[in-house]
């Protein structure tokens, strides 16, 4: 049996840090950014996409509402995976 909160709360922690990593590694190394994103999504053309500035507002907003959709996703993974688990 997974205790579903603080499983849920050590994924958001990483998802965190992740986020914060992209974000870096955007504004460090862009054409590989870019060139790894590309890999990601299959056939969508990214190269007509123009990149943008990161605002605070932006980066606070995203890093927030990434965090909080790893938790809520693992949070419920978990809750259904110990239903699961008991069957």
């Known amino acids: 049996m997974l205790k579903s909160v603080p499983f849920a709360n ?16 955007s504004y460090l190394l862009p054409d590989i950014t870019s060139l790894l994103i590309q890999s990601w999504f299959h056939n969508l053309g990214l190269t007509q996409v123009k990149p943008i500035q990161l605002s ?4 606070a907003l ?5 965090t909080v959709v790893s938790w809520i996703t693992m949070y419920f993974t978990i809750v259904l995976y110990n239903r699961l688990a008991k069957k």
């Open 10 to 25: 050590a994924v958001a922690i990483i998802s965190a840090v992740f986020f914060v990593i992209c974000v870096a590694l």
């Open 56 to 59: 605070l507002n932006s980066f």
């Open 62 to 66: 995203g890093l927030i509402s990434f």
